[in-house]
């Protein structure tokens, strides 16, 4: 039995593709396919395998139907984290989403995932992107009003990754991974709300995706940080190939 976990497939089936930068890049070409094939030949059917978010390009679920159908049809229990661009994820119906797809996707949200010992806690996460505008390693510039909407941001993931946290301490778990969609922290920080708790629960792992592009790759934590292992797993980063995480 093993953990796998991969971010931002972006599928567009049904749905405009809206970042053009996908069609030009190699790594994106075909990508769907070369996915489902690395997919079939790593993952085993008693697998796990966490999707960390941007499933779909589609604005509302009747264009992610189809990506939502070839994400099934992937081998493995599939657990899926909320992205940024996930429109068809309102944040207060993931427990419709959770009935809906019963035996099919797992919805990671408020809830958790079992993972034999451990518990599989996230959220979609939030870090500041554009409060500060960095040219050349210095900052620029620095918007209060977007930095102020920004904190409001991260403060709802972070009482959202509690609940999560907290609903599997309840039920005797006190083996975490943590996954979120967005990286942990920002460009400018080593630390934050998300990192703090992750050490306050004792997480093993922190688990993060939405970075894209070899210059992104490297905006936050990797590696052994506290006693805990960040990764990235963005698609593209990934090449396709999942991550094992336990
Ligand atoms: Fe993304
Ligand atoms: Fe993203």
Redesign the pocket.
């Known amino acids: 039995m093993s953990l796998y976990a991969i971010?931002?497939l972006?599928l567009h089936f049904q749905s405009v593709l809206k970042a053009p930068g996908q069609l030009r890049e190699p790594v994106w070409q075909d990508h769907e396919a070369v996915f489902r094939r690395s997919c079939e030949a790593l993952v085993q059917p008693e697998d796990t395998l966490v999707l960390a978010g941007?499933h779909s390009w589609g604005r509302n679920m009747a264009e992610c139907e189809r990506d939502l159908e070839y994400i099934c049809a992937l081998p493995g229990r599939k657990i899926l984290l909320r992205?940024n661009?996930d429109m068809f994820w309102d944040a207060k119906k993931t427990a419709a989403l959770n009935r809906q797809f019963e035996g099919r996707l797992f919805f990671l949200q408020n809830n958790y995932a079992p993972y034999g010992d451990v518990a599989l806690v996230g959220t979609k996460g939030y870090t500041f992107e554009g409060p500060f505008q960095v040219r050349g390693g210095r900052i620029v510039g620095w918007d209060r009003a977007e930095e102020a909407r920004a904190q409001k941001l991260v403060e709802r993931e972070a009482q959202r990754l509690e609940a999560s946290f907290e609903a599997a301490r309840a039920d005797g778990f006190s083996r975490f991974i943590l996954f979120l969609h967005y990286p942990p922290t920002s460009i400018l920080e080593r630390n934050s709300v998300f990192t703090a708790m992750a050490e306050r629960y004792g997480a093993e792992q922190v688990v993060y995706?939405?970075c894209?592009g070899a210059h992104r790759f490297h905006d936050s934590l990797e590696g052994r940080h506290h006693g805990i292992t960040y990764r990235l797993v963005?698609g593209d980063y990934l090449r396709w190939v999942p991550e094992k995480i336990l």
Do not use: E, L
């Open positions: 971010g931002d972006h941007d992205g661009h995706a939405h894209h963005s």
